[in-house]
């Protein structure tokens, strides 16, 4: 049974650090693309940023390139989301998930399995 586990989230001030995790199990990490997503409020769900982890491909929205950084801890099944320099924009609950079938994607649609969010909240 695939599983997916958000934590990390929390209140930080505008250029501050958090650090999302993704516990995942009930699958080989390897043959999954994983997706971190977010949702602001009033917003449509949005995606951040994937890795495949059989070829270790990363993809970011134009929004967080070069603020935000995606990686896996392998022998943990874990993929993490380091977002520096915070904005009062970033504010959003944030979800992660995983597509069987795909290579990377930005679309929430090509996501099958989701974890049930964590809040991150950027104000000073």
């Known amino acids: 049974q695939v599983q997916l586990v958000e934590s990390g989230g929390g209140s930080e001030q505008p250029g501050g650090s958090l650090r999302l995790s993704c516990a995942t199990s009930?699958?080989?990490?390897?043959?999954?693309?994983i997706g971190w997503f977010r949702q602001g409020p009033g917003k449509e769900r949005e995606g951040v940023s994937w890795f495949f982890g059989s070829e270790n491909w990363t993809g970011y929205a134009d929004t967080v390139k070069g603020r935000f950084t995606i990686s896996r801890e392998k022998d943990k099944n874990i993929v993490y989301l380091q977002m520096d320099g915070l904005k009062p924009e970033d504010t959003a609950v944030y979800y992660c998930a995983a597509d069987s079938v795909g290579y990377g994607s930005l679309t929430p649609a090509s996501y099958q399995y989701w974890g049930q969010g964590t809040q991150v909240t950027v104000s000073s």
């Open positions: 009930g699958f080989t990490l390897d043959h999954y693309v």
